[in-house]
C-alpha cells in the first residue's frame, strides 16, 4: 500500500539534540571549574544518564517542571565530582546551560529540505517524547511547523513511545491507517519496534553507524540528505 504519511521523531530525528547538547556542555565546562576533572565525553555521559532519568521518571510523570529538573541534573553532576552544590551555584549553572542551549539549537542537516519534499507527497506529523511547548518551540524556530500537519507529544496524551498507542493517536488525527503510514525515527526501541508494533512501516535514521539490531524491521537511512533520495527511500 503506498504511504499516504509520514511520522517522524523529533529529538535527534529532525532536532539535533545531542550536537546542540555538546555545544552548551562545552562551554558551561569551560566555565565551572569542577567539570573540568572530567573530559567532555565523560561528562557528556554522565549528563546523558542523568537527562534521561529526571526526564521520564520526573518532567514526563509531572513531578518536576523541565526547569527544575535541569537544576536536579547539575546539582548531581556537581555532587558528582565531589563539588559543593549550594543551590545558588546550581540554578546560576543551570540556568547558563538553558541559555547556552537555547543558543545553540540547530535542526539535524537535511531535516527543513525533506520535509518539504515529503509534504508536496503527502501528509505528515511528529511523535514525540517530550512536552507540547518544547516540542513547538523547535518546529517554529527551524520553519517546520507549518510542514506538520499533527503534533502529538508524550505528556499531553499521556502515553508515551513505544506504546503503539501514541502512534495510533497521530494515524487516527490524521485520518489514516497504520498500512498507510511510514515512521521515522532514531531510537530502535522507541521508534522503531514501538512503530512496527502499531502496524507502520519504519525507516531507522542511524547516524552513528550503529549495527542494526534487525534489518528485517525495518529500512535503514545513514542522513537525511540529498532529501530527493532519502523521500524515496521513506516512501517505497
Same mark, same amino acid.
Given at each position: ?25 562545552? %562551554? ?5 571549574? %569542577?567539570?573540568? %576533572? ?7 555521559? /554522565? ?22 529538573? &535541569?537544576?536536579?541534573?547539575?546539582? /548531581? ?12 551555584? @546550581?540554578?546560576?549553572?543551570?540556568? &547558563? ?8 539549537? /540547530? ?33 517554529? !524556530? ?5 510542514? @506538520?500537519? @499533527?503534533?502529538? @507529544? ?10 503503539? %498507542?501514541?502512534? &495510533? ?10 498500512? !498507510? ?56
Amino acid at each position: 500500500m503506498p504511504a499516504h504519511a509520514v511520522l517522524f521523531d523529533l529529538d535527534d530525528t529532525l532536532f539535533d539534540h545531542r550536537a546542540t547538547l555538546r555545544t552548551a556542555l562545552a %562551554a558551561v565546562r569551560g566555565e565551572v571549574p %569542577a567539570f573540568q %576533572a572530567l573530559d567532555l565525553d565523560d561528562l557528556e555521559r /554522565r549528563h546523558g544518564v542523568l537527562l534521561e532519568e529526571l526526564h521520564h521518571a520526573g518532567v514526563m510523570q509531572g513531578v518536576m517542571s523541565v526547569d527544575q529538573s &535541569r537544576e536536579e541534573r547539575f546539582r /548531581r553532576l556537581l555532587e558528582g565530582v565531589g563539588a559543593p552544590a549550594p543551590p545558588g551555584l @546550581v540554578a546560576s549553572v543551570a540556568a &547558563r546551560y538553558r541559555n547556552l542551549y537555547a543558543a545553540s539549537r /540547530r535542526p539535524v542537516p537535511g531535516a527543513l529540505a525533506l520535509l518539504e519534499v515529503l509534504g508536496r507527497r503527502v501528509r505528515l506529523g511528529v511523535v514525540s517524547n517530550n512536552i507540547l511547548a518544547e516540542q513547538e518551540a523547535k518546529l517554529a !524556530e527551524f520553519g517546520m511547523r507549518p510542514l @506538520v500537519d @499533527v503534533l502529538v @507529544v508524550s505528556a499531553e496524551e499521556g502515553v508515551a513511545k513505544p506504546d503503539p %498507542a501514541i502512534f &495510533r493517536i497521530a494515524l487516527s488525527r490524521l485520518g489514516i491507517t497504520p498500512g !498507510e503510514a511510514v515512521m521515522v525515527g532514531d531510537s530502535w526501541p522507541s521508534d522503531i519496534v514501538g512503530a512496527t508494533r502499531a502496524g507502520l512501516r519504519a525507516v531507522w535514521l542511524n547516524r552513528t553507524g550503529e549495527p542494526c539490531p534487525d534489518p528485517s524491521l525495518a529500512a535503514e537511512i545513514q542522513s537525511l540528505e540529498p532529501a530527493a533520495s532519502v523521500a524515496q527511500v521513506i516512501l517505497s
